[in-house]
């Protein structure tokens, strides 16, 4: 049955009604419909819109209801317009007059708006749980590998020494800024459209406190026109997950980077690895690659949302039935890509050999020279000058700076002597770097114990 027909006297056309249905999708929603209208029938007992006995028979009905369709003694009408058609026909078929009353005062349009927002509030809460499980990871491996020189790389080209724990930890603070971004969307998700109506409130004396108390909401929306018009939450949400997918795709490129014999600084366990049919020492970083690839679908969802609310006017348009699948989209495939790519982390074998290896074929101490010269009242400008002649001098010699003969330095400049050996030595260049936020060993675990508190602080 649908809620509109008593103005029509035709049936709508069968491809039409599929067209216009949303219950393949919305029905992911039947708790938050059923728990909005429980609320809402609490609502209109107490302020005696409806019979408290009614109401209190339309309450056991709806959890009565719930109840079934969670064990799977009830099934979802595939053929059900949307999820609140649906719920609000079965009430009615199991209280008769009773379940016709629960719409007093209520539209879909401030339903629907509302269990959109009861679900993403939710869904945002499990979100922040993967994020800082990740975080976490990052964390142990960061404190694990604080020491372990890596080059860090400008343009992909080697450029100063840093170590694998501080590059991580980098990550670590990219998803703490994407926490945020979820916490602050779920604040401002957190107002209760109930009782806008189709757009212009009601003229019954409901009171929008109770529903909002009750769903957890910490206020009503101000504005009833924009209480059903709103979606701002579902693109601010979409956002912030495409961000979350922009720091996972680019951390996904460096493993997949990291995992080839070119660099082969890290290998992934065999469970987050593929195979080739023909190739049989290839070992692919499927799951990384994957992740990449889903990051345009996320992106993709964020631009059907914006491009979907762009021309609207006020208030609710049919249109708005697209932000749904959208935000869902988003939502499902960012929780899918967490859960693959934090045990990919988690069981990850760092290769440091490797990492120093390539640190110190890559001249990215070159700066640490210079500044030793400097550091003995050389002008910055004539020590890189005189730095760059020496990494020439060693690549025409096949040598590096450490291997580099102090005759080489010295016909270059007097100030050099024994000590540039120990000044250019990759882990006193990373060691060295003690400036806040740097490479050293003691600012790795000081910034990892620094992200724990801020994770323990965001779980209470």
């Known amino acids: 049955m649908k809620l509109w027909t008593g103005r029509f006297h035709k049936e709508p056309d069968q491809k039409t009604n599929d067209f216009n249905s949303s ?8 708790r938050q419909d059923i728990e909005g209208s429980m609320a809402h029938a609490a609502m209109l007992g107490a302020c005696g819109i409806i019979d408290k006995d009614e109401a209190q028979a339309i309450q056991d009905g709806l959890a009565g209801i719930l109840e079934d369709l969670e064990s799977g003694a009830l099934a979802i009408d595939p053929d059900a317009e949307d999820i609140h058609t649906f719920v609000e026909g079965e009430l009615t078929a199991r209280l008769g007059d009773a379940g016709k009353r629960l719409h007093t005062a209520r539209s879909r349009n401030d339903q629907v708006a509302l269990d959109v927002r009861l679900y993403l509030k939710n869904e945002a809460q499990g979100l922040m749980a993967q994020l800082k499980e990740l975080i976490g990871v990052l964390c142990g491996k960061a404190q694990e590998h604080a020491g372990d020189v890596m080059p860090g790389y400008t343009h992909l080209q080697r450029a100063q020494p840093i170590t694998f724990g501080h590059h991580l930890m980098a990550y670590a603070e990219m998803l703490l ?3 945020g971004r979820l916490q602050d969307a779920v604040g401002r998700m957190d107002q209760c459209p109930l009782g806008s109506g189709a757009l212009a409130g009601t003229t019954y004396p409901i009171d929008r406190e109770i529903t909002a108390r009750a769903l957890g909401f910490a206020a009503p929306t101000a504005n009833s026109l924009d209480g059903v018009a709103d979606r701002d939450f579902c693109v601010e949400l979409a956002a912030a997950l495409s961000l979350i997918m922009v720091h996972l795709s680019r951390f996904c490129e460096e493993i997949i980077l990291w995992c080839s014999w070119e660099f082969k600084f890290v290998e992934l366990d065999d469970a987050f690895s593929t195979g080739s049919s023909i190739m049989p020492q290839k070992k692919n970083p499927d799951i990384a690659e994957l992740v990449r690839g889903k990051s345009g679908r996320v992106f993709g969802d964020l631009i059907t949302l914006l491009t979907m609310l762009k021309g609207l006017p006020l208030a609710y348009n049919k249109d708005m039935q697209e932000d749904k699948e959208a935000v869902f989209d988003a939502v499902d495939t960012v929780k899918l890509c967490l859960t693959a790519f934090t045990p990919m982390i988690s069981t990850m074998r760092v290769l440091p050999g490797n990492m120093r290896k390539a640190a110190a074929g890559g001249f990215i101490n070159a700066t640490d020279c210079a500044d030793y010269l400097t550091k003995k009242g050389v ?12 990494v020439a001098r060693c690549i025409e010699l096949g040598l590096t700076l450490e291997t580099l003969p ?4 010295t016909a270059l400049s007097p100030e050099f002597d024994e000590g540039v050996y120990e000044a250019i030595s ?8 003690k ?16 992200v724990r508190k801020l994770l323990e602080a965001a779980g209470e």
Do not use: H, W
Not at 23 to 30: A, L, T
Not at 437 to 444: F, I, S, T
């Open 23 to 30: 219950i393949s999708f919305d029905s992911r929603m039947y």
């Open 177 to 179: 800024r994407d926490l």
């Open 379 to 390: 002008p910055f400008r004539d020590a890189y000058r005189i730095t760059g002649a020496l």
């Open 406 to 409: 102090l005759s080489e330095y």
């Open 426 to 433: 990759l882990e006193a260049c990373a060691g060295g770097r």
């Open 435 to 450: 400036s806040y936020g740097g490479p050293a060993k003691e600012n790795v675990l000081a910034q990892v114990k620094r």
